[in-house]
């Protein structure tokens, strides 16, 4: 494990290892070294198993950040290799070479992120929604309740309750301070 | 009309193709002429006095459920067919097929993607044909009230007969619903399959609104 973080600083640039756990560790990379990084895990390092590829929308750094967590069996160890892409021209390369499934991941991306990998197959069809035509939905600056208040005819009438107050008014309704009083113990 | 088809984009089932017909000459087929009908649906005939009571009586007591699950409350559904809750004593069976069926349970929320079968299925009922509405999110969508992908209120697109709030609402509440829609259609309001006929182009229009890739016929029966 040290010596392949070892070498993925030395050879890829990697950065910012953080260890969440002893087997479990995530470590930053640049976009034009990451997929030569990953296909070197897969090929020399035995990280054989693709976990997972997923996103996050780091809307206030203007960057999506792409993990593509992959798995030893045999060390039974995980590296995920975190990837900072810009969020303007969301596009990345394509890793569908090296794993099938990878396609699968890269289809949802491209439906809920709007992140592009030319060349991956069947990239431009719809994943799981049918005739989308607005902003990719997990986008942060997408609003959901907007979208759903514009199309979907609200029932009028609708109240929401802040659980915390309401659960004040009705287990103590002539002393509210009492719920603060009685804090959870686990002990008890 | 070519350019228009176009803008659809059809379904591959629907496009115009080649087929082989079974003396070996080759035909050319548009399914949305050829299989599907271009007429607009006609509402059946009421009718009056003790012939419709009895009519009444006897499409109450056969109630055919249609198996089709659309969210998680169709897991309400099978619990009903076993002994505990047995609906088959209350004359409620479930059948296969919307062509053999006469009641449409939508269990729990319904995406956008799911609403798309839903009315093709809908409309391939014979009428009379009845809807319930499962769960809080049929009525307001419940905890799904703000999700870009569920539609809130079934009523604007399909006649909803009766509602069962909940989340979820156990089997008996779906019995209760089913002796509901018994007294409803005893009393002749059973018969919002005229109503989806007589509001056509309002009902097609909210689903129009919701399905932006409308890519199957009109009229599905």
Known sequence: MQDTIKNLTERFGASNMIEKKPGLIFITIEQSKAISAVTYLRDIEGYTVLTLLTAVDWIEDNVFQLTYLLNNPEQITEIGLRVMIDREKAEMESAHHLWPNVEVYQRELKEMYGINFPGSPRIDENFILEGWNDKPPYRRDFDTKEYAENNFFPRPGRKTNDPAEYMKQKMYPNNPSDYTNKKYNPNR | ?221
Request: glycine letters at 8%.
């Open chain 2, 1 to 221: 009309m070519e350019e228009e088809r176009k803008d659809k984009f059809l379904a591959p089932e629907n496009e115009i193709r080649q087929v082989a017909a079974p003396d070996g000459s080759i035909i050319e087929v548009d399914p949305l002429e050829d299989y599907f009908t271009q007429e607009r649906p006609k509402p059946y005939k009421v009718r009056k006095g003790p012939v419709e009571n009895f009519l009444n009586w006897a499409r109450a007591e056969s109630l055919w459920v249609l198996g089709f699950g659309t969210g998680c409350g169709s897991i309400e559904i099978p619990p009903l067919v076993t002994p505990r809750y047995d609906m088959f004593r209350f004359g409620v069976q479930m059948r296969a097929t919307p062509r053999q069926s006469n009641v449409f349970i939508i269990s729990g929320y319904l995406s956008v993607k799911t609403l798309k079968r839903v009315i093709r299925t809908y409309e391939q009922m014979p009428s009379p044909k009845y809807v319930m509405g499962l769960g809080s999110c049929t009525i307001n969508g419940g905890m799904y009230f703000d999700s870009y992908n569920t539609i809130n209120r079934l009523d604007h697109y399909l006649p909803v007969d009766v509602y069962i709030a909940g989340c979820m609402p156990r089997p008996e509440a779906l019995l209760a619903g089913f002796a509901k829609l018994k007294e409803l259609i005893k009393e002749g309001k059973g018969h919002k399959a005229n109503e989806y006929v007589e509001n056509f182009d309002w009902y097609k229009d909210n689903q129009k609104k919701v399905i932006n890739d409308w890519n199957m016929p009109d009229y599905n029966w």
